[in-house]
């Protein structure tokens, strides 16, 4: 089967979830009078998700036979020629992406109705969460830089509100303040990018742009001798550096967590921080032309994979540790990008959706079995008492440190393996990086796991940290909630809403690798899709080698990834199981770089002294000296001081005595005659 899609069912797909938005958002929220109640919520929003999934599903089943979409479905207006327009652009990318983002917006939407049950803002939440898959959808989808800023603002805005939705909590709102703020530094870029591209080339779609490409290669930039490809790519690259949590803007990720675990796992695991990586693999005909942008972000990547990795292993926060293997893993598919290996890439940021979305959720369920207490020193021994959290758990985490036939291991091996083939500049450092990162992503992931469910049980007891903890789940709402499991008390499995996505994530998180990398990676799957120039052989060399996901498995054996993964997982038992004097030991001995690590390699320090407190001078230096000193000082009050002085010379002249005008009079007429008497004589 081959053709065109039908654009009405593929408009279905991002209203459905806004319809349920609307609902839930509009008739079941006190401001709107509460009209609807949870389950009509609830189920309003699911059935939305629900419908865009299953929509998504019969749309790649279509485009797998052939089947493609490229047109506008709105045309908003039309300025010097340029059109505005609502349209989409379905291929193989799109198609994957939709599936992605509707299945983990679906797991997440059911898991919610356990996770926020007693939540009063249980409704809003949902709408939130529903309006979120809309925008992202709409970015996913479109076939023009318009909509793909509008999706791409949108779902920063929805951002915005789940990371701050306990709005009472001053860290939340720091949080999503800090967030939006962040972003805005790259969308700034970002915008910058589409304004050069859409200047050279009179046209904000995709394909007109792209087959302009080869000229914009030839062309400099305006006024200097930077090659305009590059600079636009670069661009490009700093908004996806800031929405998908890159150094050094990756500083508003790991304070998100202090929104509700189920955003965790639908924004900063499976969605919102891969589009920027969806991004670049969209614009790869224009990636490719510009050596200087994939060095530029290869760099970026592997700065991400590896030091962001080493901030994962001082978390003791369950949800923060698992964000920080989110920028790490966010590092790994960005280095692919720089590789040229798009496809890889794209593949990781499947496979490593559903097995975070797994992470996360799998934490919120501990979270909720620990009546909210999140420090993992303060766990120990549950899988005796959260069976269906642990098995799900472990499978996430064997997925997350590429343990062989698990959907990590297949991503997250073809990259390093692309890298390993790249012959740029850069690629020398992204060797070490992706390297390194495979022992320090199996140690941190091993010891969160081995700390939370195995080992003695420390639940139930009073901690002199527990006040270091960070319970992102609390509610200042309610001063005497009680936080961590009482003397006695003993955790409890989830209700099945909240294992029952646990469990539905974790067969594509063991299974999906094995079953597509044979398409996706060196297939015709994604055949006039991505575009790799003939200088980048990466991809190419490896399809040459490629026998089948049976054998990559068995040629792992023998390859040091697999065995970097397995001394990190040995070195976190030996740590943490076995002899937890080694980490004392360490503490003391490498205290500074504890420090270090303890501080984010002081990055938040550097922007609250360097740019916020350089915006509070620059704004009461602008206050000080442009408004107070020069509008009301000069402009203002001076010009009110010189009429008021001239109006007090003009009343000394102005005596009422009728001599007096006479005689300025007379004076008036005899300077009068003494300043034009030389013309008179000429």
Known sequence: MTGQLNPTLLLAVPLAPLAGSAIAGLLGTKFFGNVVGRKVSHSATILGVLIAFLISFQTLMQVMDGATYNGDVYRWMTVAGVKLA??????????????????????VHIYTIGYMQEDEGYNRFFSYISLFTFSMLMLVMSNNFLQLFFGWEAVGLVSYLLIGFWYTRPTAIFANMKAFLVNRVGDFGFILGIGLLLAYTGS??????????????????AGSSWMLLSVACICLFIGAMGKSAQFPLHVWLPDSMEGPTPISALIHAATMVTAGIFMVTRMSPLFELS???????????????LFMGFLGIIQNDIKRVVAYSTLSQLGYMTVALGASAYSAAVFHLMTHAFFKALLFLGAGSVIIGMHHDQDIRNMGGLSKYMKITWITSLLGSLALIGTPFFAGFYSKDSIIEAVMLSELPAAGFAKFAVLAGVFVTAFYSFRMYFLVFHGKERFGKEHHHAHDSHHADESDEDPGHHHGLAPGEKPHESPWVVTLPL???AI????????????????????????IGENHHAMHELAEEFHGPLQMAIHSLTSLPLWLAIAGVASAYYCY????????????TLKPLYTLLDNKYY????????????????GEGLWNVGDRTLIDGLVVNGSAKVVGWFSALTRVLQTGYIYHYAFVMI??????LVYFLPFWHA
Request: cysteine-free.
């Open 86 to 107: 609502v349209g989409f652009q379905i291929d193989a990318l799109t198609a994957m992406m939709m599936n992605v983002v509707t299945f983990v917006s679906l797991m």
């Open 204 to 221: 904000m779609d995709y394909q007109e742009v792209f087959a302009k490409r080869e000229w914009l290669a030839t062309l400099h930039l």
């Open 291 to 305: 050596d200087t942008a994939l060095n530029f972000i290869m760099v970026i990547g592997a700065i991400t994979a």
């Open 503 to 505: 469990i539905l994530l």
């Open 508 to 531: 594509p998180s063991v299974i999906i690798g094995y079953l597509t990398i044979g398409p996706m990676l060196y297939g015709d799957f994604f055949k006039g899709v991505i575009f």
């Open 577 to 588: 199981m076995i002899n937890p004097k080694v980490p004392e030991a360490f503490y003391k």
């Open 603 to 618: 990055m938040d320090k550097f922007n609250e002294a360097f740019f916020a407190r350089g915006a509070r001078l620059l």
């Open 667 to 672: 004076i008036g007429i005899l300077g009068f």
